[in-house]
């Protein structure tokens, strides 16, 4: 494949990826996923629109907020310095957002931008502009160094745990679309990205943390290392049938280790979420198998388990008398 077939390829694919995760599966785009490997095969059907969009709206409308700041930001919030630096990133290449996105560093936009990139990165080729096409292919794979990337690995994972086949597929292609356009990036010596997650808190080392604190540590993706969903935290309530409580995702979880801590269930459910992150933490490991010039974007993703699963080796042995962490 040509350098110009590979920026089409790339365009195309990227629109559709873009509109996908804006839109959902809607019926104008059957007859063309009909046709591509690794989506044909997970198309519903029957297909029933209002079915098609309700899942969508689950997924991306409820369950995992499809932006940047959520998996980055220590915050836990929507919006804020995360998203005006990939605004920022935006002007700088001359990109336009949607109107009616929701954020700009909401993936579809992420994905639109690098769209949008290697259509002109295309013309450049198509023109027989050799340097313009390499140096516009070097800005989209700087906007994938620092922001795609730096998220894409744990978003998909979120996803894939949602139970969809569609769209667990499509996270899956995003991410190996991504993979494959930055394998040629160099990350040797001083070239290492510059990508850390913040530090997590010290909640064993506070006497005074307590279930909220918790909560809110496990439930931030970039203090945890894991996306710990709404279905997620109500898989684990079923098995072992406790009540998980309403609100939030910190607020569900925070119920759940409650209700726990008074049905004396808290070893039971400590090792239930356990070994939800070993499971995340063995999903790194195969994503840094899959791509290890990609290491040091997944690390750092794979460290922050650690933690974590030393926070519920803990748990499962606190009780009221003992310490305060259950208050």
């Not at 996803?159 to 597929?169: I, L, P, R, Y």
């Not at 790194?284 to 974590?308: C, K, M, V």
Request: charged share 20%; net charge negative; proline share 7%.
């Amino acid at each position: 494949m040509s350098a110009l077939e590979s920026a089409l390829a790339r365009s195309r694919l990227y629109t559709l990826f873009a509109h996908l995760y804006r839109a959902g599966l809607t019926p104008d785009l059957l007859p063309l996923l009909a046709q591509l490997p690794g989506l044909a095969e997970h198309l519903p059907h029957p297909f029933h629109a209002d079915e098609a969009a309700a899942e969508h709206y689950q997924i991306f409308g409820r369950a995992i907020p499809p932006h940047q700041s959520l998996f980055l930001d220590p915050s836990g919030l929507l919006g804020g310095a995360m998203a005006e630096s990939v605004e920022s990133s935006y002007r700088q290449l001359g990109f336009a957002p949607a109107r009616g996105a929701t954020g700009p560093d909401e993936i579809s936009e992420e994905l639109a931008l690098l769209a949008f990139l290697a259509a002109a990165e295309a013309d450049a080729w198509a023109d027989g502009l050799k340097q313009e096409a390499e140096r516009v292919h070097t800005l989209q794979q700087g906007f994938l160094v620092d922001h795609l990337l730096r998220w894409i690995f744990p978003f998909a994972l979120a996803v894939q745990q949602e139970n969809s086949s569609f769209f667990g597929a499509l996270a899956e292609l995003t991410v190996e679309l991504t993979v494959e356009q930055s394998r040629s990036l160099d990350f040797s010596g001083h070239r290492q990205p510059d990508f850390a997650l913040p530090r997590p808190p010290e909640i064993l080392q506070n006497q005074s943390s307590g279930l909220r604190e918790i909560a809110d540590y496990l439930t931030c993706p970039p203090l945890s290392g894991v996306y710990l969903s709404q279905e997620s935290i109500r898989r684990v309530a079923r098995s072992l049938g406790l009540p998980a409580g309403f609100g939030s995702r910190a607020e569900r979880l925070e119920g759940l280790l409650r209700s726990a801590a008074q049905y004396e269930q808290m070893g039971q459910l400590s090792e239930a979420l356990h070994a939800l992150w070993d499971g995340w933490h063995a999903d790194y490991d195969g994503a840094i198998e899959n791509s290890p010039h990609l290491r040091a974007f997944i690390r750092p993703w794979q460290a922050q388990t650690g933690p974590a699963r030393q926070l519920l080796v803990a748990l499962a042995d606190a009780s009221p008398e003992k310490r305060p962490l259950l208050a």
